[in-house]
RNA sequence: GCCCCCAUCGUCUAGCCCGGUCCAGGACACCGCCCUUUCAAGGCGGAGAUCGCGGGUUCGAAUCCCGCUGGGGGUGCCA
């Protein structure tokens, strides 16, 4: 059976680099009929928080990601040290006292010298008898995984095709630290073997740590996995997507009012694209039956949140159904202390869902249609001042009263009259009606507003209006 | 510095494995027109890529080979 996980550290909101890797692993295991594992990798306790996990969490399943399997390092201490253990007792790891300072020592010297540095492995050299010594002193250590020399590890990655990379590039490396935590590199390999992780689906920026695992897989005599390394996502300046390229979390997107679906499919589409069609728009389900990791492109994409809005609009314009929309527009409206009937709302967007991107956006443009009084525009006011609009109003209430009801219909026609009757050009009309309306001079078709608003309530605009200028 | 990865319109990409149908297709953004009471949306059309550069191989190369350049990533007792 096909394994895949994601292993993501709760030290930040979910990143929209980490999502879309997310997002692959999960499909990947979907589209076999696996088994889709979530991991909190918490063993840097200096940076990890518990508030961070929750977040983490609530991103993916916003997202639409539910994992089959759940496990979080920092509760599998006692397991790692079995293996350290083992690997200290099969002579594939050894003891380390070198301090923080005698290794930056070693470090800037190498620099100094111009060549490139990596670990002398002088503590490989150490004696039973030493290393018994410094531990009666309480000497702190770490435990280094002992590098063959002159290895080249070689692996075929399901994206980037055959890697190989020399071993001697990198010294003997920590495995655990001398406070007695794991590191990354280590951990990883004993979860990923424990759990049965067949597919190992990641950033590409864990390339150069992959020769490193596959050392231990070998050391331990573990089966080593598949490897799949996504191509990072960039900024506009074409370096790695980071904070200082503004929005960059799931979070943050979420907030903005992009819907979960939309950005889904967005980040799907940065480094995939489906065999054999130019579409662009698909459910979950069928990006799950679509998804290959054969064509997942080598090559990094370089994130376009105008994209990212204009695929959110098609979801609200097209994808969404009506009701899902209203559900999600609510919360919106009340954080901008606005408040409106369920009915109401859907009655407003059934008409208008095809004028926005965003919710937020949304908010914004149909505020007119909530709030109790409209406030005008410097421009908005200027046209209401004008003695045209002041006679195309009282016209238009006067008329109004002789008509049970308000709609898009009506107004048109007595638009259309006024129009005639004060010899006006249509736009005279409409603009002075709009004005009044909304304060504005662009938005809503007014035909729309009287459509939705209550008939009450396009009176009481207009008589306001007309009172104050 | 050293190691690794990558390279098609401004951006995301199709095509590359199995060379001719590609003087390179689609989408976002951009421009114009139409619709129209405005802004959007929508419809139609346009511009935009000598396929990073230079060499090969071949009757023929975006597609195969080599070199260069550029970009990205890594180089921790972070993950």
Known sequence: MVVSRFAPSPTGYLHLGNARTAIFAYLFARHHRGKFILRIEDTDRERSTKEFEEMLLEDLKWLGLEWDEFYRQSERFDIYREYAQKLLDNGHAYPCFCTVEELEKEREEAEKKGIPYRYSGKCRLLSKEEVEAFKREGKPFTIRFKVPDGRVVVFEDLIKGAISIKVDDFGDFVIVRSDGSPTYNFVVVIDDALMGVTHVIRGEDHIPNTPKQILIYEALGFQVPKFAHLPV?????????????????????????????????????????????????????????????EDVNSSPAVF??????????????????????????????????????????????????????????????????????????????????????????????????????????????????????????????????????????????????????????????????????
Request: proline share 2%.
């Open 233 to 293: 996502i960039l900024g506009e300046d074409r370096s790695k997507l980071s904070k200082r390229h503004g929005a960059v979390s799931v979070r943050n997107y979420r907030e903005e009012g992009y819907f979960p679906e939309a950005l889904f499919n967005y980040l799907c589409l940065l480094g995939w694209s489906p065999p054999n069609t130019e579409r662009e728009i698909f459910s979950k389900e069928e990006l799950i039956e679509l998804f290959r990791l």
């Open 304 to 469: 376009s949140k105008e994209k990212l809005r204009w695929l959110n609009g098609v979801y609200i314009r097209e994808v969404l159904s009506l009701d899902r929309l209203v559900e999600e527009f609510m919360p919106f409206l009340e954080r901008e202390g606005l408040s409106a009937e369920k009915d109401y709302v859907r009655k407003v967007l059934e008409k208008t869902r095809d004028s926005f991107e965003t919710l937020k956006e949304g908010v914004e443009r149909l505020k007119v249609f909530f709030v109790e009084e409209v406030s005008y525009s410097q421009e908005a006011i200027s046209l209401l001042e004008n003695e045209n609009s002041r006679r195309v109003l009282e016209l238009f209430l006067h008329k109004l009263q002789e008509r049970d009801n308000l709609s898009g219909q009506v107004v048109k026609e007595l638009a259309k009259e006024i129009q005639k009757e004060l010899n006006l050009k249509a736009k005279d009309v409409w603009h002075t009606l709009r004005a009044s309306l909304t304060g504005e001079l662009e938005g809503v078709g007014v035909d729309i507003i009287c459509d939705v608003m209550p008939k009450e309530k396009v009176i009481k605009r207009i008589v306001r209006a007309l009172g104050r200028f």
